[in-house]
């Protein structure tokens, strides 16, 4: 009998206190420290990309959302110290289950996954993302690829953290391409 008068009591306490809502769109709350969020594919110091297309990554998604294909590195001009580079670099976010399998997979630790978690569209295609949308931008010492690697250094001293930066004949290389991209465009 008293057990409905319980119940609006327990309503009634509960209608005078103050809601603890966070406005979402206009304040945003910061998130863990591990979140694990969009993907992002890193460089090292002198702008060369960590990715060298194994495709481990792709083997260890247990929800097939990811799709690399690799190219092999022109000795003269390459993407990333290695062998192979990823030319194409896929992640589709409507299968993603942010598990961070594939950044555990990766050798080279190009893969991380970074603190942004607003993915959404209207339409499905802007949610699969592609190798220039995932790469980590170029700093302000860096130069953009294809170039030779750091004169003296193999595979190994990169991936050993020996390079710091981009060398001066680095980054002659990419000027004279960059001049030669220029000129053949005015022509």
């Given at each position: 009998?008293?057990?409905?008068?319980?119940?609006?009591?327990?309503?009634?306490?509960?209608?005078?206190?103050?809601?603890?809502?966070?406005?979402?769109?206009?304040?945003?709350?910061?998130?863990?420290?591990?979140?694990?969020?969009?993907?992002?594919?890193?460089?090292?110091?002198?702008?060369l990309e960590r990715c060298i297309g194994?495709?481990?990554?792709?083997?260890?998604?247990?929800?097939?959302?990811?799709?690399?294909?690799?190219?092999?590195?022109?000795?003269?001009?390459?993407?990333?110290?290695?062998?192979?580079?990823?030319?194409?670099?896929?992640?589709?976010?409507?299968?993603?289950?942010?598990?961070?399998?594939?950044?555990?997979?990766?050798?080279?630790?190009?893969?991380?996954?970074?603190?942004?978690?607003?993915?959404?569209?209207?339409?499905?295609?802007?949610?699969?993302?592609?190798?220039?949308?995932?790469?980590?931008?170029?700093?302000?010492?860096?130069?953009?690829?294809?170039?030779?690697?750091?004169?003296?250094?193999?595979?190994?001293?990169?991936?050993?953290?020996?390079?710091?930066?981009?060398?001066?004949?680095?980054?002659?290389?990419?000027?004279?391409?960059?001049?030669?991209?220029?000129?053949?465009?005015?022509?």
């Amino acid at each position: 009998m008293f057990a409905p008068v319980a119940g609006f009591g327990v309503t009634f306490a509960t209608m005078f206190r103050k809601v603890a809502t966070t406005e979402y769109p206009e304040v945003k709350r910061g998130t863990a420290a591990r979140f694990h969020g969009r993907h992002q594919l890193n460089r090292y110091p002198d702008g060369l990309e960590r990715c060298i297309g194994c495709e481990l990554c792709a083997w260890a998604c247990p929800a097939d959302a990811i799709y690399v294909e690799a190219a092999d590195n022109i000795p003269g001009a390459r993407y990333s110290p290695g062998e192979r580079y990823g030319r194409v670099y896929q992640i589709n976010y409507l299968r993603c289950i942010f598990c961070g399998m594939c950044i555990e997979a990766c050798p080279t630790r190009a893969l991380t996954m970074t603190n942004e978690f607003e993915l959404t569209d209207s339409s499905r295609a802007p949610l699969i993302y592609e190798r220039h949308q995932l790469l980590a931008p170029l700093g302000p010492d860096m130069v953009a690829p294809p170039f030779p690697m750091a004169e003296g250094m193999s595979e190994r001293d990169y991936y050993r953290g020996q390079v710091t930066g981009p060398t001066q004949e680095q980054k002659d290389f990419v000027a004279q391409r960059d001049a030669r991209t220029t000129e053949e465009g005015t022509a």
